[in-house]
């Protein structure tokens, strides 16, 4: 079955085409800013701009033709209202004209799932899921995909990204930060805030701000530090819901799982207490519509037909229903 994935939960437009398990192709364009956050209104702009482009290039790339889809799959939640919008939009005129059905998937789930994709032997992990808007970790229980943890504040990658901002480095920051930490070498002590299994950042953000201030610190030491705290917290967390949940498995996801010195961190953990670690390509951390299309795929065929296709801005990951496992 040939399935177009559309996603458009933030700053990520992407479009994708899959012949079952196989991606033929997984396009994206990204909204950037040089200063301030995203403003919804102005990424549902670009995502407008540039979604027929991003469409063409996929079909291109997949070298299929419109008329070949048999499926349309669109992220319906969570995420920036107008955002959405465009892309539900996008999915149902395409599906309307090729009068094939249309599906509509949670975002955080989907990066779960193409993790059970790719890596045949990941079969039930735990998934840190580490992007610019969301942390958590999720696993499947009782039926259901449920959160073991996640920040009370602030996602991670919005954190990184306003140090960033704050000292001048640019957007996104996560990776700015990363090349920075690689030169540290001196750890200087942060809060360190974990609480159960949940995470914030909110407090470790403004004393980094007045360290930086101080003058006292190097840009490359403080990096560094912010890396081994905050990842330190990150992989903590999800050693315990791994424990509690009887998981074996850890998958990560999201575009601060990019980072190389967070899994190596994810691995040593896995290591240690007999774990496996998944980490899938880059192209499949970030946000992308490879696996929207995925799970969109996975709930057809096991019968899910989505009626109600308004969009599901703050849809929590344990209000779907998980009829395909
Ligand atoms: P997503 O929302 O999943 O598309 O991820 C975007 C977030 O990932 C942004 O906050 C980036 O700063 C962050 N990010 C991307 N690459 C890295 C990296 N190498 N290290 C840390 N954060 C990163
Ligand atoms: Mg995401």
């Not at 919804?40 to 033709?65: M, R, T």
Request: proline share 3%; glycine share 8%; aromatic share 8%.
């Amino acid at each position: 079955m040939i399935v177009l994935g559309i996603e458009s939960t933030a700053h990520t437009f992407s479009v994708a085409i899959l012949d079952n398990k196989t991606v033929l192709s997984n396009e994206k364009s990204v909204f950037t800013t040089e200063k301030g956050g995203m403003i919804p209104v102005k990424v549902a702009e670009h995502h407008n701009k540039i979604k027929d482009n991003v469409l063409k290039k996929a079909l291109e790339k997949a070298n299929i033709k419109l008329h070949d889809i048999e499926l349309v799959s669109f992220s319906q939640g969570p995420g920036l209202a107008p955002a959405l919008i465009v892309g539900r939009d996008f999915a149902e005129e395409i599906a309307d004209d090729l009068n094939v059905p249309i599906i509509g998937v949670n975002h955080c789930i989907a990066h779960l799932e193409i993790g059970r994709m790719l890596f045949p032997s990941c079969k039930d992990p735990a998934l840190l899921y580490v992007s610019g808007a969301n942390t958590q970790v999720i696993a499947y229980d009782g039926g259901k995909y449920r959160i073991f943890g996640e920040t009370l504040d602030m996602g991670i990658g919005n954190f990184l990204d306003s140090f960033a901002r704050f000292i001048g480095i640019g957007f996104p920051g996560g990776p700015e930060i990363e090349k920075l930490a690689k030169k540290g070498k001196e750890y200087i002590e942060l809060p360190y805030c974990v609480k159960g299994m949940d995470v914030n950042f909110g407090g470790i953000l403004t004393n980094v701000k007045q360290k930086y201030n101080s003058g006292k610190h190097k840009l490359t030491d403080l990096a560094y530090s912010i890396q081994e705290t905050v990842f330190a917290m990150l992989i903590e967390v999800s050693e315990r819901a791994m424990a509690h949940c009887e998981k074996n498995e850890l998958l990560l996801g999201g575009g601060v799982a990019c980072n190389k010195r967070l899994q190596e961190m994810a691995k040593i953990m896995c290591k240690d207490r007999d774990a496996k670690c998944f980490i899938p390509e880059n192209q499949f951390l970030v946000d992308n519509a490879a696996m929207i299309g995925w799970l969109g795929l996975l709930m057809y065929k096991a019968g899910v037909r989505t009626k109600d296709i308004d969009i599901r801005p703050y849809e929590r990951t344990d209000d779907v229903d998980v009829k395909w496992r």
